[in-house]
T-cell receptor, first 113, second 112 residues
Framework: EPEVTQTPSHQVTQMGQEVILRCVPISNHLYFYWYRQILGQKVEFLVSFYNNEISEKSEIFDDQFSVERPDGSNFTLKIRSTKLEDSAMYFC???????????FGPGTRLLVL | GDSVTQMEGPVTLSEEAFLTINCTYTATGYPSLFWYVQYPGEGLQLLLK?????DKGSNKGFEATYRKETTSFHLEKGSVQVSDSAVYFCALSDYWRNQFYFGTGTSLTVIP
């Protein structure tokens, strides 16, 4: 069964460093998403992406964040200058259409020191 | 705005007990409703969904009915197993805004 994959599974970085989180969505899906889950808190929407552009973004998704689909398979989330409060689990998801069931990857646990 | 309120945990049950996890929602439109499950160390997996009022989603013995009149989507299972121990998230999908809204998650531990 097709699934969303994410790399790396864990990343530790120093405050102020740039990180890139990678995702490979399900191949026939057209919509892509990033969410984050700070430890012990709810899963929060960051951004949705369709047709090579951002379709929705939350207040969390400020200028420090960017997303890109650099080729036909990968979908990346970049954090330019990480802060301590960026430490969280980041989930990628994809769906066939907008508003359809989203399928989630296993997540990347980011720790900013 | 749209939101989901979920029963606080953690919940501890004995094997074969009946499970209910409450979920209510607020939405301006006609959302789809979902339950996702997160097993230890893993990502979110779709458990079941319902796309319109009075629909019942079911999977692996779990069920939930989309109740528009009470804006609820409570998760139930008649007889839980140790393997059901996980965190359960209620979510709604706002079709027009193309994003999911999640509840805080309810941790379930089933003891033999």
């Amino acid at each position: 069964e097709p699934e969303v994959t994410q790399t790396p599974s864990h990343q530790v970085t120093q405050m102020g460093q740039e990180v890139i989180l990678r995702c490979v969505p399900i191949s026939n899906h057209l919509y892509f998403y990033w969410y984050r889950q700070i430890l012990g808190q709810k899963v929060e929407f960051l951004v949705s992406f369709y047709n090579n552009e951002i379709s929705e973004k939350s207040e969390i998704f400020d200028d420090q964040f960017s997303v890109e689909r650099p080729d036909g398979s990968n979908f990346t989330l970049k954090i330019r200058s990480t802060k301590l409060e960026d430490s969280a689990m980041y989930f990628c998801a994809s769906s066939v259409g907008g508003g359809e069931t989203q399928y989630f990857g296993p997540g990347t646990r980011l720790l900013v020191l | 705005g749209d939101s989901v309120t979920q029963m606080e945990g953690p919940v501890t049950l004995s094997e074969e007990a009946f499970l209910t996890i409450n979920c209510t929602y607020t939405a301006t439109g006609y959302p789809s409703l979902f339950w996702y499950v997160q097993y230890p160390g893993e990502g979110l997996q779709l458990l079941l969904k319902a796309t319109k009022a009075d629909d019942k989603g079911s999977n692996k013995g779990f069920e939930a009915t989309y109740r528009k009149e009470t804006t609820s989507f409570h998760l139930e299972k008649g007889s839980v197993q140790v393997s059901d121990s996980a965190v359960y998230f209620c979510a709604l999908s706002d079709y027009w805004r193309n994003q999911f809204y999640f509840g805080t998650g309810t941790s379930l531990t089933v003891i033999p």
